[in-house]
């Protein structure tokens, strides 16, 4: 076989991919062709760190409920936290929210239309500016996430790691150097769907795609190694005890606050310790915060061991739900609500998960 060298490569990519995108993409999303820059916005947002699997039924109901950014900002935030409930990274939809109060108020609707005033944007970094950019604007900007990176360092048999300074500049320049400037909007969305559908991080399509003849992780049987990451993420181990405390049908919740992870989101009262304890050690904690007094409870429900893995930690704990005979000592962070009215409530899916159970 006669070897390409880069440039013939770059000058076949291109072509290559918009043919597979006309003649067999069938990947089929609400917000594909979309030009409104409000619905665009509010898909890159959901799609920051969540499979479109996942983010799709997310996104229709935010439209449904917020058709127009005007709507969206002037939502209650707890409302706007509820439907977020389940999606993650929190952080996200507290941004979604500044974000569409900025735009909102002081834009009088009009999203801006430049890639440097998009990036100026709460909660949007390159990639997002540079999507909004093209497929609301077309704008000559390329789109550089995972599933370019992986068709990429696949097709040019690129090793620099995708995860440090030097190979995300690389990837980028590339990136910037293939892009179909007359159609960019288009071009980034055919990149980003093929990642997704054929050059896929396990069993990718290689038989049927049309860069087999290019592509140097298929003829050097890199397909596996391609692309590198240098970093290995560090898991941190925590462990959270949640009292269900139920006095005359109303149950103690409370917010999360500070900068740790679930914050704004409502949860029970918590004891997190170092390790696992049992359940002994749990009412030990409970009546050392004066939580609990003895013959003033009933212990209904220790819950058996739940998990939740977050990106870089690993939340494990249980629930001990307890009748009271007495509402303890106020404490100002608690809320006493109603049972029926936690379905109200944003929760971490750690406690979703037992309250699903319920």
């Known amino acids: 076989?006669?070897?390409?060298?880069?440039?013939?490569?770059?000058?076949?990519?291109?072509?290559?991919?918009?043919?597979?995108?006309?003649?067999?993409?069938?990947?089929?999303?609400?917000?594909?062709?979309?030009?409104?820059?409000?619905?665009?916005?509010?898909?890159?947002?959901?799609?920051?760190?969540?499979?479109?699997?996942?983010?799709?039924?997310?996104?229709?109901?935010?439209?449904?409920?917020?058709?127009?950014?005007?709507?969206?900002?002037?939502?209650?935030?707890?409302?706007?936290?509820?439907?977020?409930?389940?999606?993650?990274?929190?952080?996200?939809?507290?941004?979604?929210?500044?974000?569409?109060?900025?735009?909102?108020?002081?834009?009088?609707?009009?999203?801006?239309?430049?890639?440097?005033?998009?990036?100026?944007?709460?909660?949007?970094?390159?990639?997002?500016?540079?999507?909004?950019?093209?497929f609301a604007f077309d704008l000559p900007y390329a789109v550089v996430d995972g599933n370019v990176f992986r068709v990429l360092a696949r097709v040019f048999g690129i090793t620099t790691p995708t995860d440090t300074t030097v190979g995300k500049k690389k990837f980028t320049t590339l990136a910037e150097e293939l892009l179909d400037k007359q159609q960019p909007g288009l071009y980034n969305q055919a990149i980003m769907d093929f990642g997704a559908t054929v050059c896929k991080p396990a069993v990718p399509l290689c038989s049927d795609c049309v860069f087999k003849k290019v592509c140097v992780a298929f003829n050097k049987e890199?397909?596996?190694?391609?692309?590198?990451?240098?970093?290995?993420i560090s898991i941190k181990r925590r462990w959270f005890y949640y009292m269900v405390m139920e006095y005359k049908n109303e149950v103690a919740i409370l917010q999360r606050t500070g900068k740790d992870i679930w914050k704004d989101l409502f949860e029970f009262p918590l004891i997190e310790?170092?390790?696992?304890?049992?359940?002994?050690?749990?009412?030990?904690?409970?009546?050392?915060?004066?939580?609990?007094?003895?013959?003033?409870?009933?212990?209904?429900?220790?819950?058996?061991?739940?998990?939740?893995?977050?990106?870089h930690q690993l939340i494990s704990g249980r629930f001990i739900k307890i009748k009271l005979k007495h509402k303890p000592i106020v404490i100002k962070e608690w809320n006493w609500q109603k049972k029926e009215k936690l379905k109200n409530y944003a929760f971490p899916q750690f406690i979703n998960q037992y309250l699903k159970g319920k």
Request: proline share 4%.
């Open 1 to 134: 076989m006669k070897k390409i060298d880069k440039n013939e490569k770059k000058a076949v990519f291109v072509p290559l991919l918009l043919k597979w995108n006309r003649e067999k993409n069938n990947r089929k999303m609400p917000w594909k062709g979309e030009k409104d820059s409000y619905k665009i916005w509010l898909s890159e947002i959901i799609l920051q760190q969540t499979r479109v699997e996942q983010g799709l039924s997310y996104y229709n109901n935010f439209i449904k409920t917020f058709p127009d950014v005007h709507k969206l900002a002037k939502a209650n935030d707890a409302k706007v936290f509820k439907l977020w409930e389940g999606l993650g990274y929190y952080s996200r939809c507290r941004n979604l929210l500044a974000t569409a109060r900025i735009i909102s108020k002081e834009r009088k609707g009009k999203f801006p239309d430049t890639y440097e005033e998009i990036l100026q944007l709460k909660g949007i970094g390159p990639y997002t500016a540079a999507a909004i950019s093209s």
């Open 273 to 311: 310790v170092e390790k696992e304890i049992n359940d002994k050690e749990f009412l030990k904690q409970m009546r050392l915060r004066k939580w609990i007094k003895d013959g003033d409870f009933e212990i209904e429900e220790f819950s058996p061991l739940f998990k939740q893995q977050l990106s």
């Open 222 to 232: 890199m397909i596996a190694t391609l692309p590198v990451k240098e970093k290995k």
